[in-house]
């Protein structure tokens, strides 16, 4: 996933900096044009401002960030009368780009003021200055709801780029976590458990019970936080009682651990099909909660046979707290 990120660049290039850096974090490809380590593709054969547009046509998003600089005219240069952020801005536009705007709370103050006023010329403004009033026509442009526009008009403001970083951050995290997710699954680098049923004959022969013992393993190449099995239904039909005195809490890549559950055969009952839940996370705080159906049907003719399985039924990612480590001491 590519987030290309349009701005003013002197005034704002701590700010974009550290955008930079937290979309890495995220697992996001950010595109900049100031910065050499970016996902920015170079095109010799076109101009600055080409290869800005290029660029923002092969993102996945578009962040526009607005604080007290509008940018220079390009009108000299055969695109208008428009600021390079102007430009970009009616570019992510006409190829339907998502856009994601942020607003400095100081601008969004003057251009209250300036929306307000019937005789705008004629106003001074604390943040703005006169060669940067355009930066209200952009706002207002965005602002103004349309038919023929697929994207959406709303704006958050911001005070500082720590609170802007964290907006950002709160507006992409899901995006991110898919992302993530996919690049851990497929690194190997997630934890999988994979559950394998066995079912005591024996019992069937002897109880004319089911006794379910299913194995648990981490066949994922990180450990499982927070594992949480449980037997859905268990207090209903002939499903009698479980065990999980041996589960833990924390399941190593390799390992495995073993959940019991013990069915009444009834008269005419050959078998039966329990739901059960598997819960865990990754040390990020990616849950993942799974329900497979246990199953198991008696053959008694000639001899007593079982066919058995887990089938996956659902498998849900959301977004949890990462684990936490508590180191005690002196401070």
Known sequence: MKVFISSTVYDLIDIRAELCIMFKE????????????????????KNTIETCLINLSKSDYVIIILSQRYGSSLSKFGYGDFSTTHLEYLKAIETHKPIFMYVRDRLEADYKIWNMAKEKDQISYVWVSQKDIKLFDLLSRH????QKRSNTNWYKTFKDSIELKE?????????????????????????LLVPDLNVDTDAIRTHSKLIFKVKIKNAGGAPAFNYVPKWLG??????????????????APGDETILTAIYQL????????????????????????EIYDVKARVIADPNISVLSGCIL?????????????????QV
């Open 313 to 329: 039924k659902t498998r849900k990612f959301e977004l949890g707290k990462p684990f936490e480590i508590t180191i005690e001491g």
């Open 266 to 289: 009834g008269p005419g009952y050959v078998g039966t099909t329990i739901e059960l839940s598997l819960s865990y996370s990754n040390a990020d705080g990616y849950q993942v909660t």
């Open 167 to 191: 907006i950002i951050k709160s507006d992409f995290k899901y995006k991110a976590a898919k992302r993530h997710i996919k690049n851990l699954l497929s690194d190997n680098k997630f934890p």
């Open 143 to 146: 602002s103004k709801l349309s």
């Open 26 to 45: 995220m697992g996001i490809d950010p595109i900049l044009s100031d910065a050499n380590d970016s996902a920015f593709e170079i095109f010799t054969d």
């Open 234 to 251: 268990a207090n209903s039909g002939y499903f009698k009682e479980s065990d999980t005195k041996e589960v833990v809490s924390i399941i």
